[in-house]
């Protein structure tokens, strides 16, 4: 009869060991099932067009980064800076996707900030972002131009990853 309390000592046990396990992974390292898959179907308007519906088909055909963000985010604003500097070297295309954001925000943001994006789209409800597997803002995929997600980052860019891990397609095989 004694044997009981031991069943609750294991359980609390068995809990730490799980929420000790979980605490030291990267959270930016969350694997996307959209690796090696083609980019979700849409259609979202243009921010600085609303008028204007743009779909997947109209940004594939070549390498691309789409980076998720919003202007109440504060992570997007740290990494901003890196993403106009990356859109002034003209190595890649870069589409912004703003995501459930107020429009005249999102564009006193980057006329005050920047605007480094190709073209951005409005993702009000989240739909794509659902698409997608965004968790939050800033978020990053690669896109290679067949329109296959290469590579996803969750979180503020740095420029380690821009240059680990998104641009390593423009350097020539060694």
């Not at 912004?96 to 993702?123: F, H």
């Amino acid at each position: 009869m004694k044997a009981q309390p031991i069943i609750p000592i294991a359980i609390f046990i068995l809990l730490v060991a799980l929420f000790g396990i979980g605490l030291t992974k990267d959270p930016r390292l969350i694997p996307s099932p959209l690796i090696g898959k083609p980019l979700p179907e849409f259609e979202l308007s243009l921010l600085h067009h609303p008028e204007d519906i743009v779909e997947k088909h109209d940004l594939i055909g070549e390498y691309m980064l789409l980076n998720v963000w919003a202007s109440w985010c504060v992570a997007c604003a740290e990494e901003h800076s890196l993403i106009v500097d990356l859109a002034k070297q003209k190595i890649i295309k870069i589409v912004g996707i703003n995501y459930k954001d107020k429009s005249a925000d999102a564009l006193r943001w980057l006329e005050e900030k920047g605007d480094p994006y190709d073209s951005t789209l409005v993702d009000f409800d989240g739909e794509l972002g659902m698409d997608l597997g965004v968790y939050g803002v800033p978020e990053t995929f690669l896109i290679d131009p067949k329109g296959q997600v290469l590579y996803k980052h969750v979180g503020p860019l740095t420029l380690e990853v821009i240059e680990n891990n998104l641009l390593t397609f423009t350097r020539p095989e060694q």
